[in-house]
Nanobody
């Protein structure tokens, strides 16, 4: 079992930046960020493996968002630059504890709102 707590959401103007953080209560293998906009399904944003050496991004955020992790702090970050109104969503942190697992643990979500 692991608990995830996100922070760092807020309101920002288009073109601005935000950094989300997600603190896990224990060790994880893979961590990721997902988002859900009003009226839309939850979608994958970015993921990182345990070492931080392998990262994965949705096409919509490549070149603008960067995922990283600090295993000493059991924390994953999502640096979001050049934010656009279409990035507005609730952002969720997720974790998988083993290589063979899917994302089984989820945070409560943090709101990101980008104004035009």
């Amino acid at each position: 079992q692991v608990q995830l707590v996100e922070s760092g959401g807020g309101l920002v103007q288009a073109g601005g930046s935000l950094r989300l953080s997600c603190a896990a209560s224990g060790r994880t293998f893979r961590m990721g960020w997902f988002r859900q906009a009003p009226g839309k399904e939850r979608e994958f944003v970015a993921g990182v493996n345990w070492s931080g050496g392998n990262t994965y991004y949705a096409d919509s955020v490549k070149g603008r968002f960067t995922i990283s992790r600090d295993n000493a702090k059991n924390t994953v970050y999502l640096q979001m630059n050049s934010l656009q109104p279409e990035d507005t969503a609730v952002y969720y942190c997720a974790a998988a504890l083993r290589l063979s697992d899917g994302y089984a643990y989820w945070g409560q979500g943090t709101q990101v709102t980008v104004s035009s």
